[in-house]
């Protein structure tokens, strides 16, 4: 009997893995999962393809920038490369657009158009980095809510574990243990959508940041070439 005792106790965790600890969960506690699940799923989804997006607009920036301070005609440059579907060219454009309007005329407003110069690049630079973050909003919603989330399916499981004590006038293991299980299962999947999130939040904000200082720093360097531009015609 103790021989037998022995072996079903170890036998015991064998109905404990993920897939069994899901189907054996009763709708609330599969409703959170699924949807911590799904939540996880595009988490990752949002990484990959911003690591990819990040990566691309980087080596593309570099190659951009180093491209046009090298050009000896900016208007040349611009026809050739202006179009480009990059922040940078974005920013270039808007600041080659107010220089033709700002200048276009019979008197140029030195001072003013210096200063539109600088709203206008910089007003391109928030726009460009808040698209860039669209779709991070939702990494940082996740690893924020996510394991409060988990937590709603822990606490369900744990008063299914009281209910099933009450009804069965019974404490062992055996009557508690399920409830336990599907609580602290739950509790590792809202963690597991919410780690990930909060590290990859925090890395592409940091990339986000270099890349908004990359485009002040060439915003800048443009609006002083224009700036000796305007003191030609003086």
Do not use: C
Not at 42 to 66: D, G, H, N, Q, V
Not at 153 to 179: D, K
């Amino acid at each position: 009997m103790t021989a037998y005792t022995l072996i079903s106790a170890a036998a015991v965790p064998a109905g404990f893995s993920p897939v069994e600890l899901f189907l054996q969960a009763d709708i609330v506690v599969k409703a959170v999962i699924i949807g911590l699940i799904l939540a996880s799923v595009w988490t990752w989804a949002i990484i990959i393809s911003f690591l990819l997006k990040m990566s691309s607009i980087k080596r593309k920036t570099k190659a951009f920038e180093r491209d046009f301070w090298q050009a000896s005609d900016i208007d040349g440059f611009f026809k050739e490369r202006g179009k480009a579907k990059l922040p940078i060219a974005h920013v270039l454009g808007s600041a080659v657009t107010e220089w033709r309007h700002s200048t276009g005329g019979k008197t140029i407003d030195r001072e003013g158009t210096r200063e539109r110069l600088s709203a206008t690049m910089n007003s391109t630079i928030a726009h460009e980095i808040d698209k860039l973050s669209e779709r991070l909003n939702f990494l940082a919603t996740t690893g924020s809510v996510a394991p409060f989330v988990g937590l709603f399916g822990t606490v369900w499981g744990i008063m299914r574990s009281f209910t099933a004590i009450a009804a069965e006038q019974n404490s062992t293991l055996a009557v508690v243990a399920p409830g336990i299980a599907e609580a602290l299962f739950a509790t590792a999947i809202g963690l597991f959508a919410a780690i990930p999130a909060v590290i990859a939040y925090n890395r592409f904000a940091h990339r986000l940041n270099q890349h908004e200082a990359q485009l002040g720093r060439f915003a800048d360097g443009f609006h002083a070439t224009l700036s000796r531009e305007l003191e030609k015609d003086i």
